[in-house]
């Protein structure tokens, strides 16, 4: 079946540290690849994603690579800010009919000044 | 990007009322919407499959008399919590595919639902 596997938070990090949330999956066939953000008390945001092996998505100085040989596809940026503080779901598209994502649990992360 | 609307953003209401919600895609048409809950501090729980025209096709647990989906056109589904009680307090989230497909499956999510049951 399909799954997908984060870190568990929280993540507390300080303003301009490096953030790296882990996240794997296992999918048959060719899954598409998302990351989604939720900033508290709204709804999910698409943040990025990748929809083949060694695609890179990329927004607001997040990155992901679809890693293909390692089943991942880890979030990362080079320097946070306090308003990145949010709860951060990766999520796949198995890519066959009309299906659901299948979610991550979400990994809560807080920014400090 | 595609636009998801969900109505009301909060709603309070006493035990034993119903409530509707209602998500609204604002520039595309979606054959097929789903439906999320998020309890406080929790993942997204799938709760059905909203098809237009159809029943909808709810997920193990999900009480179908309880929540009520209709799809009744290509930008509207409701989804109606009859007989609500504090338990049934969350956040319902509704999501849409572009009917059009050719594209990476990504789903367009609605600003959420909070609703709380007294």
């Known amino acids: 079946g399909n799954s997908v596997t984060q870190m568990e938070g929280p993540v507390t990090l300080s303003e301009e540290a490096f953030l790296t949330i882990n996240c794997t999956y296992t999918a048959t066939g060719y899954p598409s690849l998302f990351w989604y953000v939720q900033y508290p008390g709204e709804g999910l945001q698409l943040l990025l994603k990748?929809?083949?092996?060694?695609d890179k998505g990329s927004n607001k100085g997040f990155e992901a690579t679809y890693r293909k040989e390692t089943t991942s596809f880890h979030l990362e940026k080079g320097s946070v800010q306090v308003s990145d503080s949010a709860v951060y779901f990766c999520a796949l598209s198995p890519n066959s009919g009309n299906t659901p994502l299948v979610f991550g649990k979400g990994t809560r992360l807080s920014v400090i000044a | 990007g595609a636009v998801v609307s969900q109505h009301p953003s909060r709603v309070i209401c006493k035990s034993g009322t119903s409530v509707k919600i209602e998500c609204r895609s604002l520039?595309?048409?979606?054959?097929?919407m789903f439906w999320y809950r998020q309890f406080p501090k929790k993942s997204l729980m799938l709760m059905a499959t909203s098809n237009e025209g159809s029943k909808a096709t709810y997920e193990q647990g999900v009480e179908k008399d309880k929540f009520l989906i209709n799809h009744a056109s290509l930008t509207l589904s409701t989804l109606t919590v009859t007989s609500a009680h504090p338990e049934d307090s969350s956040f319902y989230i509704c999501?849409?595919?572009?009917?059009?497909?050719?594209?990476?499956?990504?789903?367009?999510f609605g600003e959420g639902s909070r609703l709380t049951v007294l």
């Open positions: 520039d595309f048409q979606a054959t097929t």
């Open positions: 999501s849409a595919r572009d009917r059009r497909g050719g594209g990476t499956g990504e789903l367009f």
């Open positions: 990748a929809t083949k092996a060694d």
